[in-house]
């Protein structure tokens, strides 16, 4: 007997037995008979919903070993996009990459540029260039779904890369370096009431999306460097959040996250002047204990409570032109402990972004930005959060964050794309007179000492080296810009997947705030190449985000 055989007779007794309850219920049966005969109805229809479930992986099984069904990949033709395993659907994702990156100054990074510590003068290895090549940004991904009811859906999502550089991680003979943790979240649909709810590791919900408000439609750039670009607000943490959508065209969201906190110290005082504190430096970051999971190595910052984000999102047309806009605000906790007290301040933003094809099919603008206090641990520039006020509270910086581009779809295996992106940090001083001394603080500060910016430190001046102590230079930064291009083209398709080759140039300004001897600025000139291949991601399969 096969399998819709058995499943049809199933079907027959669960019928049978539903046209006898009401019967019985006026019968003579007693309450027990009844309660056992409704026992056995249920069981029956979960066996029945198996049997379908078996039958439809046998049936993709099936299709998959008979090649007038599903063509072999031996025919050069695409097989089944997903495996199946009980009720589940699974798609492998992701790409083996190769990739270089060239930098006119030398900075000791791989694929990701920290652009907040782009070399100025004084930095003797910056007066070189550098050359790197990676494998490391390779990124194996898995994707699960299955189905609870026909309203309610399952989704769990992974993916990690090569990027992460432990205590003992080194570019020395085996180049030997450790997975980190990207994403790791899951979502459930609730079709019925436009319900979503995920949780976990994922793209922060100031991130930029392409459609509506879930982590798996979050926007970047298209730039191979894995920090993206000053201007690009953007993170990956660990939180949860509810999304309502209204016909899928109107949403709204809220999340709550688990973010850090940057410090900036004081600069160097120039001649005359102390910098902060008038007495202990207080504490920001601080240890972890050991064995609490955390990398003792590493400080971390004071967080007493997440992150707060609200979003509403509209996806709509006009004129045939598809249109994303959103908006959100951005509410947080920013904690320190000085003199014996805790402080704390608030911080928070607010921004939005625009993604819209001007030209279906060929043209796509998109647009973000944000603006507010303490949020620079949300921009790609990596500029500071905070520094610290004379009573030792944290002070927030202010800051604004924007990027715009435009990405022409030349053929369908060619795009080109060009944007442009910044993050402007606010002037914030302190100074206070005790007695005698005058202290200075706060962030970009006219009093800071910028005399040695423009001074090789390991150069000589009268036989005299040009030591940051003798010559310092504060240099902290202002603003942060850049201008980008590169195109990316698929080079093969099929049944063994995709191959694409991508390049990209970057000029990069970094400013810093003038002080005593100047207004230092460090630039940087990028090329970066990338060559990936997504085995799993061929002309029926799922698209594997680029970046």
């Known amino acids: 007997?096969?399998?819709?055989?058995?499943?049809?007779?199933?079907?027959?007794?669960?019928?049978?037995?539903?046209?006898?309850?009401?019967?019985?219920?006026?019968?003579?049966?007693?309450?027990?008979?009844?309660?056992?005969?409704?026992?056995?109805?249920?069981?029956?229809?979960?066996?029945?919903?198996?049997?379908?479930?078996?039958?439809?992986?046998?049936?993709?099984?099936?299709?998959?070993?008979?090649?007038?069904?599903?063509?072999?990949?031996?025919?050069?033709?695409?097989?089944?996009?997903?495996?199946?395993?009980?009720?589940?659907?699974?798609?492998?994702?992701?790409?083996?990459?190769?990739?270089?990156?060239?930098?006119?100054?030398?900075?000791?990074?791989?694929?990701?540029?920290?652009?907040?510590?782009?070399?100025?003068?004084?930095?003797?290895?910056?007066?070189?260039?550098?050359?790197?090549?990676?494998?490391?940004?390779?990124?194996?991904?898995?994707?699960?779904?299955?189905?609870?009811?026909?309203?309610?859906?399952?989704?769990?999502y992974g993916e990690v890369d090569f990027l992460g550089a432990s205590q003992t991680a080194n570019s020395n003979t085996s180049n030997s370096y450790n997975l980190r943790l990207r994403q790791a979240y899951g979502n459930v649909d609730f079709d019925e009431y436009g319900l979503h709810v995920a949780a976990g590791q994922m793209w922060s919900m100031i991130t930029m999306n392409s459609v509506g408000i879930r982590p798996d439609t979050s926007l970047q750039p298209p730039v191979i460097d894995h920090q993206y670009m000053p201007g690009y607000n953007w993170a990956r943490q660990p939180g949860i959040r509810i999304t309502k959508d209204f016909n899928k065209e109107f949403w709204a969201a809220l999340s709550l996250e688990s973010s850090a906190t940057t410090y900036a110290m004081p600069g160097a005082p120039f001649v005359g002047t102390t910098a902060l504190p008038v007495y202990a430096t207080p504490i920001l970051l601080a240890t972890p204990a050991g064995g609490g999971l955390f990398n003792p190595a590493n400080p971390y910052s004071f967080t007493r409570m997440p992150d707060m984000i609200a979003k509403l999102a509209w996806d709509g047309s006009l004129a045939d032109h598809k249109i994303h806009i959103e908006g959100f605000g951005l509410l947080r906790d920013v904690t320190d402990r000085a003199y014996w007290g805790n402080h704390n301040q608030w911080g928070g933003a607010g921004g939005g972004g625009i993604v819209v094809q001007v030209i279906p099919k060929l043209l796509d603008f998109q647009a973000s930005g944000m603006i507010g206090n303490g949020i620079g641990n949300y921009g790609a520039g990596g500029l500071p959060d905070a520094t610290f006020q004379l009573s030792g509270a944290p002070q927030l910086i202010n800051e604004r964050i924007a990027m715009a581009g435009l990405t022409l779809h030349a053929t369908p295996q060619t795009d080109l794309y060009a944007f442009a992106g910044g993050e402007f940090a606010g002037k914030n001083p302190q100074w206070n007179a005790v007695g005698n001394t005058l202290y200075v603080g706060g962030y970009g500060n006219q009093y800071y000492n910028n005399l040695g910016c423009g001074f090789e430190n390991d150069a000589a001046i009268n036989g005299v080296a040009t030591t940051a102590a003798v010559f310092p230079c504060s240099g902290q930064t202002k603003s942060l810009r850049q201008l980008t291009g590169g195109i990316w083209h698929t080079v093969a398709q099929g049944a063994f997947g995709k191959i694409r080759a991508g390049a990209q140039y970057s000029y990069t300004v970094r400013d810093a705030f003038a002080g005593w001897g100047g207004t230092p600025r460090g630039t940087e000139n990028m090329v970066y190449t990338s060559l990936r291949y997504y085995p799993f991601d061929g002309p029926s399969g799922v698209l594997a985000p680029t970046k």
């Open 1 to 156: 007997m096969n399998i819709t055989t058995r499943r049809n007779g199933i079907k027959t007794s669960v019928c049978l037995l539903a046209l006898l309850l009401p019967t019985l219920a006026y019968a003579d049966s007693t309450a027990e008979e009844i309660r056992l005969l409704k026992a056995r109805l249920k069981q029956l229809e979960a066996k029945v919903n198996e049997q379908e479930r078996t039958a439809k992986t046998q049936k993709v099984h099936n299709n998959a070993a008979r090649p007038e069904l599903a063509p072999s990949a031996a025919a050069g033709l695409p097989g089944p996009d997903h495996l199946y395993f009980k009720g589940l659907e699974i798609t492998p994702a992701g790409f083996f990459a190769m990739e270089t990156v060239y930098r006119d100054h030398w900075m000791g990074a791989d694929v990701n540029t920290p652009f907040q510590n782009i070399p100025l003068g004084f930095q003797a290895a910056g007066h070189t260039s550098e050359w790197r090549a990676t494998a490391r940004s390779s990124r194996p991904a898995l994707m699960i779904k299955a189905d609870i009811d026909k309203q309610t859906h399952l989704m769990a």
